[in-house]
């Protein structure tokens, strides 16, 4: 049984860190993303990271202060989030797809999806 699980939200102020978690298992998969999605708005791209080859992609909107890391051995994906803004504010759900995918912004692609985690920031 595929299984993602997130862990690691909360509540933070202004300028604060957070580091989420994506364990997966149940099989192995090529891209691992993180997507957010805000109350009335839709899910937007947040980071992807390739496993094999540990290659990253950030959204500009988190650029520099959002990475995407991954831990091989505890099949893990993490999401360090530092200087957090009240704009962050959203749940966070956990993406992953066996395939190589060439789109990997795009939330429709991805065949397996976490429960989320609820972030929020305070101002």
């Known amino acids: 049984q595929v299984q993602l699980v997130e862990s690691g939200g909360g509540l933070v102020q202004a300028g604060g860190s957070l580091r989420l978690s994506c364990a997966a298992s149940g099989r192995t998969f090529s891209t691992m993303a993180w997507f957010r999605q805000a109350p009335g708005k839709e899910r937007e791209f947040v980071a992807a990271i390739r496993w094999s080859s540990g290659s990253t992609y950030h959204a500009d909107s988190v650029k520099g202060r959002f990475t995407i890391s991954r831990d091989n051995a505890k099949n893990t994906v993490y999401l360090q989030m530092n200087s957090l803004k009240p704009e962050d504010t959203a749940d966070y759900y956990c993406?992953?797809?066996?395939?190589?995918?060439?789109?990997?912004?795009?939330?429709?692609?991805?065949?397996?999806w976490g429960q989320g985690t609820q972030v929020t920031v305070s101002s």
């Open positions: 993406a992953a797809d066996p395939s190589f995918l060439l789109i990997i912004a795009r939330a429709g692609a991805y065949n397996y």
